[in-house]
Each structure stands twice: as structure tokens, then as C-alpha cells.
């Protein structure tokens, strides 16, 4: 009988996004979210300008040096971890009512994390082509998952120009809710598995990681790879 070839754990994505073993929202609270997230999407728009600097300041460190500066990512990340927190308060998953913290910090005990590992050296030629080049293709599938605004711009859900895949499918799961007391599973672990692409891309374009992301829908509520749930893990 021949061997059974080994298989190997596939390595994990250096970024990392968690939702809560289950959706906790109520039926009608989604129709006020956008107001309620207004003091979030004021403070992010001045954070995604600083993330805007900060990246351009980025590029040049690691085309002279090879290294994404410490502070610099450690702010970055916690833009894209403030980012994802409202997201899915608001209209990005709709998966918790509990309202999100004024932090660029880790909360532990929060239903929505995120965590990019810091990577000690990048490529000096990647920096030049993967945030306009590599990630084309990546930008035409975020393009229809967010519609027409930017993932900052909508990073409470609430953005102009024509509705994404995700803002439609959270709409049709609000409704759902509001109906029957019960958001839909199988839309939530969809939902997860969108944001997760988007934040994978948007932090591969931010330079945060020379890893490509991969053309894969991980669905569920916790990263396939590392789940920032688990006590066990390292960053948990």
C-alpha cells in the first residue's frame, strides 16, 4: 500500500481578523447605528489621514531600509483595528451591540479583533510595485465588496456612491434579524469571511506585510489560521 503523502499546515496570514462565536445585535438598533457611530467616524477621519501620512513616511523607511518603522506600524495597525471594530458594530457585519472602545489598542474581551504581525524585514523592490501593482486584482474584488467608497470612508458603514456586497448582504441579514429575532448564520460566516478579505488587502497595500493575500473566502467567525480567541494563542 503506497504512503499517504504528508500534509502540511498551510502558514498563516500575518493579519489576523476575529469576530464573536456568534452575532449578539438586536432586531431594530441597526436602524440608529449611524448615528450613534458619528463620534467614531470623527475621529477616524483624522486617523486615516495620519494612516495616509504615516504609509507615505513608511515607503521611504523601508526603500532605504528594509524595516516598516516600529510606531509607525504599531499605529497603522491600530487604525485598521479602530476601523474594524466600528465596521462591525455598524454596517460592516451588524454582529454585536455592545459599542466599540476609543482605542487604537487591543481590547481582549471586544467581539471584533484584529492583529498584523510585525514583520522584521520587507522587501526594498515590493514596496515600489505591490501597493498600485500586485494588488489590481485584489482592488477589483474590494471595489465590489465595498461599492463605491473607500474602506475608510465607510469604516462605520455609512459611505457614498452605490452600496457593496457587504452592505447588502448586512442589510438583507438586519432585516432578517428585525423579522425573526435571529441573524442568519450562514450570512454572518459569509459577512466574516468578506471583511477579513478587505482588511487582508487593505494592509497588504498599506506595505504592513509582503505576504500576498490569498484569493480565499475564509468564512466563520475566527481566523481560520489563528484565532485571537483562543487562550492558547500567542497574542490572545
Same mark, same amino acid.
Given at each position: 500500500m503506497a504512503a499517504h503523502a504528508e500534509v /502540511?499546515? @498551510?502558514? $498563516? !496570514?500575518?493579519?489576523?481578523? +476575529? #469576530?464573536? +462565536?456568534?452575532p449578539d445585535a438586536s432586531r431594530w438598533l441597526w436602524l440608529v447605528k449611524w448615528l450613534l457611530v458619528l463620534p467614531h467616524v470623527v475621529i477616524l477621519l483624522a486617523l486615516w489621514v495620519a494612516f495616509i501620512v504615516t504609509s507615505v513616511i513608511a515607503f521611504?523607511?523601508?526603500l532605504?531600509? #528594509? @524595516?516598516?518603522?516600529? $510606531? =509607525?506600524?504599531? &499605529?497603522?495597525? #491600530?487604525? /485598521? @483595528?479602530?476601523?474594524w471594530r466600528v465596521g462591525y458594530y455598524a454596517y460592516s457585519a451588524n454582529g454585536t451591540d455592545r459599542y466599540p472602545p476609543f482605542t487604537l489598542a487591543d481590547v481582549p474581551d471586544y467581539p471584533a479583533r484584529l492583529e498584523i504581525d510585525y514583520p522584521e524585514? &520587507?522587501? @526594498? #523592490? &515590493?514596496? =515600489?510595485v505591490k501597493w498600485w501593482l500586485l494588488a489590481v486584482p485584489h482592488y477589483l474584488i474590494v471595489g465590489v465588496l465595498l461599492g463605491g467608497g473607500s474602506w475608510a470612508a465607510r469604516s462605520d458603514g455609512v459611505h457614498s456612491g452605490s452600496a457593496g456586497l457587504i452592505s447588502l448582504l448586512v442589510l438583507i441579514a438586519a432585516i432578517a434579524l428585525a423579522f425573526t429575532g435571529t441573524y442568519p448564520r450562514s450570512l454572518y460566516n459569509l459577512i466574516l469571511g468578506l471583511n477579513r478579505w478587505v482588511l487582508r488587502v487593505a494592509a497588504y $497595500? $498599506? =506595505?504592513?506585510? +509582503?505576504? !500576498?493575500p490569498p484569493f480565499r473566502l475564509d468564512m466563520g467567525a475566527h481566523d481560520p489560521d489563528l484565532s485571537l480567541s483562543n487562550p492558547d494563542s500567542p497574542i490572545s
Open positions: /502540511l499546515p @498551510r502558514p $498563516a !496570514y500575518p493579519v489576523h481578523v +476575529d #469576530g464573536a +462565536d456568534s521611504f523607511a523601508i532605504v531600509t #528594509g @524595516r516598516y518603522p516600529r $510606531a =509607525l506600524f504599531d &499605529l497603522n495597525s #491600530g487604525v /485598521l @483595528r479602530w476601523t524585514q &520587507l522587501s @526594498r #523592490g &515590493l514596496v =515600489l $497595500a $498599506a =506595505l504592513m506585510t +509582503d505576504v !500576498y
